[in-house]
């Protein structure tokens, strides 16, 4: 549980490593498989029907009670049929969507305003800022290593390095990260956590043809490459990373060449030579000539394995290469909490009795309180970007560095209690999202941190450890601080009667 940073109360998972929602290849197992290992995944549903959208998102349920997300691409997806993806989402009720290739500010809206939590792929600085200003809530910055189409052309320690430096929301990595090691160094770089797709795609359960699976495994080190050769079904000039093939050699002719050739079959739809499509389960055809989609990482993926063993030696390998780094997101240090622990001469008698509260009530305030700090670490967010007043986005991001401390401290304490932290979002953060002005929003958050306040009064007096009291008491008077200062920065903009 130590690699856990502020971006998994946000998406709700254990670890910060994301299954990227890779077209046709991240389906309902897939995902699944990664949300009951901790991870958290996205289904790749560009330019799927809502039809599939839904069942894929009934089937995830079936499989797993954990959060996940959707990919979309809206640039790549004709408006009407994004309009009733984007429907199938929400309706869905899925916890995020990511999105990628040009940014649809209208897309980001319409999610965010329904409650989905939006991550952007972006492969510059200046699309991050764009993405960031759009409302995105995590950005995913995108280096050249990566596998599938690649956005930008850096590599991705630089861009995650200079997107940190003008990001106010999370930044996770993608692009060749393959192993505990990669992982461990973007997250030292300040990157919250990880997207994966090749990583991933060479599991047990991804929906890629075996054909793709063996590929990655053979493949030798640096031996992918940069193409525009793949290019039916995407907006023009863009580029690919995929294993060498027949159309990378030049030996298919033109990609521009007419009439379109036939090289398989997906059901009745056929696929064509130089499409993006990839070969999966579903297919038949001539795979040697699809697009291989694979990134720089893919000559140090050995073998075919269950997606959930993959994602628990990355965890454990980025864990034995962080012992000090880890600890940097962990404002609340369990062995400071055993330092501070007093005698407790009462340690023999009745927790009932001596008025305090039994172990399970404990356990269920604490993640109501969790739930709650979710919910007003997510809606500070959206006023810390949604703001053009200095005064209130500096305030804002006040709020929601603490929402996000008491998120980290709660979790762990339910931890220490042998109680599996809550993975929900409070309704606070729904009700708040219906209220329209950023400054009635703020006026809501300090009422949400009102009842917080009034629930650790009453809470506070009836914890029995020394340390999480004490951890409550700073948590009451952190919540105190920022609902004066809330008030006072209200009240310097109200109207003067
Ligand atoms: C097979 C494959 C399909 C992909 N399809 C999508 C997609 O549909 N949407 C998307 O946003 N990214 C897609 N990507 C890119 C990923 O989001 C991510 O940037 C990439 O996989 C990271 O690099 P890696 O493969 O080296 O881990 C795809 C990547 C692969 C390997």
């Not at 029907?49 to 069942?55: E, G, R, T, V």
């Not at 999610?111 to 952007?120: D, E, H, K, N």
């Not at 290469?321 to 940097?328: D, I, M, Q």
């Amino acid at each position: 549980m130590d690699l856990h940073t502020p971006v998994c109360d946000l998406l709700c998972c254990d670890y910060p490593v994301v299954l990227a929602g890779m077209g046709g290849v991240a389906r309902s197992e897939l995902v699944a498989a990664v949300a009951e290992a901790g991870g958290f995944g996205f289904l790749g549903m560009v330019r799927e029907s809502p039809q599939l959208i839904a069942a894929e998102i009934a089937a995830v349920r079936d499989r797993t009670a954990r959060p996940f997300g959707v990919n979309l691409i809206p640039a790549a997806t004709k408006p009407a049929l994004l309009d009733a993806e984007v429907r199938a989402c929400v309706e869905g009720g899925v916890h995020a969507v990511t999105l990628f290739w040009d940014l649809s500010a209208e897309t980001v809206k319409r999610l965010r305003g329904a409650g989905v939590l939006v991550a952007c792929q972006v492969g510059s600085l200046e699309e991050a800022i764009a993405a960031q200003e759009a409302g995105a809530d995590i950005l995913i910055a995108q280096g050249w290593e990566a596998g599938g189409h690649v956005r930008g052309r850096s590599g991705l320690h630089a861009l995650v390095a200079s997107v940190l430096g003008a990001a106010d929301v999370p930044v996770l990595a993608a692009g060749g990260v393959t192993d505990g090691e990669d992982l461990a160094a973007v997250m030292r770089l300040g990157a919250q956590g990880a997207v994966l797709g090749t990583a991933f795609l060479a599991t047990r359960e991804s929906f890629a043809h075996d054909y793709h699976k063996r590929r990655i495994v053979e493949a030798a080190p640096g031996e992918t490459v940069h193409t525009e050769d793949f290019h039916i079904n995407w907006p023009p000039n863009a580029a690919v990373r995929v294993l060498p093939n027949s159309v990378t050699r030049g030996a298919r002719g033109d990609p521009h060449a007419r009439p379109r050739q036939v090289v398989g079959a997906d059901g009745d739809r056929s696929i064509y030579l130089f499409s993006t499509d990839s070969p999966l389960r579903s297919m038949t055809g001539d795979f040697e000539a699809m697009a291989l989609y694979a990134g720089q990482g893919a000559g140090r993926i050995g073998e075919i394995v269950p997606a959930g063993d993959r994602l628990r030696a990355i965890v454990a390998g980025a864990m034995s290469c962080l012992p000090s780094e880890r600890r940097l997101h962990a404002p609340v240090e369990p062995g400071d909490r055993e330092a501070a622990s007093a005698v407790c001469y009462a340690g023999q008698a009745d927790a009932a009795y001596m008025g305090f509260a039994p172990a399970d009530e404990l356990a269920t305030e604490l993640n109501v309180l969790l739930e709650a700090e979710r919910a007003g670490a997510r809606v500070a967010a959206r006023i810390a970007t949604e703001t053009d007043d200095p005064g209130l986005k500096a305030l804002a991001r006040v709020i929601h560095a603490d929402e996000v401390k008491w998120c980290k401290a709660l979790f762990h304490a339910l931890l220490d209690l042998g109680v599996e932290p809550s993975t929900k979002v409070g309704d606070f953060y729904r009700n708040a999202m219906t209220i329209a002005g950023v400054e009635a929003r703020l006026a809501f958050v300090n009422r949400g941190q009102g009842w917080v306040v009034r629930k650790l009064r009453t809470l506070g007096p009836r914890v029995r450890d020394d340390a999480l009291h004490a951890m409550l008491r700073e948590m009451l008077e952190a919540h105190e601080r920022n609902i004066d200062d809330a008030n006072t920065a209200l009240a310097e903009r109200a109207p003067s009667a």
